[in-house]
């Protein structure tokens, strides 16, 4: 596949043009002309880059790329031995943010979601699409106990969880959003959840949980951030014919 015709794929797939975002989504910085052979994983750090070399590969997809608003714009350090390996090596980045968060079926949303069961969903915001709402509410089959939902949770992001359990009410209604969206848990409250989901904790997290009367979960940022660019590995494989592998570099954050 023509790099061109890969980031078309990538763009008609995860439609970036939906969200104001953080960084430039799409392709990152340029390599080869065609790919065949993929990498994906969740930040496009060192390690991430030398595993894509040592496949071979053409071109990396992931969910943290380069450019942040903010970040200062020297090439140096850090950022000029990434930049110069993936030149070095004529590989493509490509990255994509909210629009990894929040495709419905391939986001890391929504693979949370599926690890857990949620049924019924909805945008997280009020009034906003499921495909372009940062963040997920739906519902569990049953009620079950913190314990069992607890357990439920951990299996899915394959480590332990921080939990702050709010009194002992059961869990029904669910409303999560992976990453750094300790901010949302308002929004959480508002539509009634019984328990929020996210990656990271702040300080005020906690006290906010407490007085607003709802369980809360930080599961960790990487480990809620796996599950786009593991579908896309496999959608990359699957449906367009490419050979596409995900690569996961442990990160306990």
Not at 114 to 137: F, T, W, Y
Request: aromatic fraction near 8%; hydrophobic fraction near 45%.
């Amino acid at each position: 596949m023509l790099r061109s015709e890969f980031e078309l794929l990538l763009n008609q797939t995860l439609s970036p043009n939906r969200f104001k975002d953080y960084a430039p989504n799409g392709l990152q910085v340029e390599g080869k002309k065609e790919i065949s052979r993929v990498v994906t994983g969740v930040t496009a750090c060192q390690a991430l880059i030398d595993a894509a070399i040592e496949y071979k590969a053409d071109a990396i997809f992931v969910h943290h790329g380069y450019f942040w608003k903010n970040e200062t714009p020297q090439i140096v350090g850090m950022k000029y031995r990434r930049i110069s390996a993936l030149i070095k090596h004529d590989i493509n980045l490509y990255g994509y943010h909210l629009p990894l968060d929040a495709h419905p079926v391939l986001g890391n949303n929504a693979g949370l979601a599926d690890a857990i069961g949620l049924l019924n969903r909805a945008g997280l915001q009020s009034g906003v699409a499921i495909e372009e709402s940062i963040g997920i509410v739906g519902e569990l089959s049953e009620p079950v106990s913190i314990s069992v939902f607890r357990s439920m949770v951990e299996k899915a992001v394959e480590r332990d969880v921080l939990f702050e359990c709010v009194g002992d009410r059961k869990i029904h209604r669910v409303a999560l959003c992976t990453g750094g969206a300790q901010g949302y848990i308002e929004q959480a409250v508002d539509v009634g959840a019984d328990v929020y989901i996210t990656g990271e904790v702040s300080e005020q997290t906690i006290h906010i949980a407490r007085e607003m009367g709802i369980h809360f979960i930080a599961a960790g940022h990487h480990a809620t951030e796996r599950f786009g660019a593991k579908s896309m590995a496999a959608f990359l494989s699957e449906e367009c014919g490419l050979d596409a592998v995900f690569i996961d570099i442990d990160n306990p954050a």
